[in-house]
């Protein structure tokens, strides 16, 4: 009812203007009509002039008070030791960013490998092998000539097999079953890795996945009891000690030896 009541005045009013003007009761004066209009182009030069200025003043409060903050902040030089991309892996490594290499103790690995092979042959209704210390020191050593002199191989470089680097260490294993002699040294290798999975970022090595050291000790006999020679070396009837050998390289190569007597 109040809207009703507004547009009813408004429109009364507007009639009794109308009436005025046609009856020559109200006059416009022309002059004073079109003073103001003249006044507009005017009037909005001023206010734009007026905007600009403000913008200006603005942006100039602005940057001054940007530069003022970025004056307060320390930004540390990035370090000029590192030259070229090839330095970055072994700064990683320092900071331990690559995250942590395990510390294996080989000793320890050597006695876990030994307790996994006398799980397959107790599986197998065998008897448990015994823990040799000179057969180990003999497989000891083979690992550590593949680690120094980077090869992996039953043989040495100059051909000498197992049998041969026992002979040389005063080691002979001879055994007699029924009216058979067994001569020689039986033997295992494995080259394991104390990472499974390294990490790239164009180009650059920033993470590993490092093993344990029962993983290391369970993928190594794993891969032998999947191998059919060396499975049969792990599971044969008459063997009745062995020896483990194991060194770990500078390039993170593990170097396994198994020796069977």
Not at 45 to 65: C, H, M, P, W
Not at 78 to 86: F, H, M, P, Q, R
Not at 152 to 180: A, L, M, N, W
Request: aromatic residues 10%; proline residues 3%; glycine residues 6%.
């Amino acid at each position: 009812m109040k809207t009703v009541a507004v547009f009813g005045i408004i429109f009364v009013s507007i009639g009794v203007i109308v009436f005025l003007f046609v009856t020559g009761m109200l006059n416009f004066d022309q002059k004073n009509l079109d003073e103001p209009f003249q006044k507009i182009p005017n009037n909005f030069q001023d206010l734009g002039n007026t905007a600009n200025e403000f913008a200006v003043k603005t942006s100039t409060i602005l940057r001054e008070t940007i530069n003022e903050h970025l004056e307060l902040v320390q930004v540390d030089p990035i370090d000029s030791t590192i030259e070229n991309i090839s330095e970055f892996p072994k700064t990683f490594s320092e900071n331990n960013l690559l995250g942590q290499k395990p510390k294996i103790d080989k000793s320890e690995l050597e006695i876990t490998i030994h307790q996994l092979t006398n799980q397959y042959r107790l599986q197998a209704g065998l008897n448990l092998l015994s823990l040799d210390d000179k057969l180990s020191k003999i497989a000891r050593s083979h690992s550590q000539d593949m680690a120094s002199r980077d090869y992996f191989s039953h043989d040495s470089p100059e051909g000498r097999d197992p049998t041969d680097r026992g002979t040389s260490q005063g080691y002979k294993c001879e055994k007699i079953v029924g009216h058979i002699m067994y001569i020689g040294i039986a033997e295992n290798i494995f080259q394991n890795n104390l990472y499974h999975t390294i990490w790239y970022t164009n180009g650059v090595p920033t993470s590993y996945d490092w093993n344990s050291l029962d993983d290391i000790a369970q993928t190594t006999v794993d891969g032998w009891m999947n191998s059919t020679g060396h499975r049969k070396n792990i599971l044969t009837e008459t063997f009745d000690r062995e020896g483990i050998g194991v060194e770990i390289a500078s390039n993170d190569k593990v170097y396994i030896t198994q020796n069977f007597c």
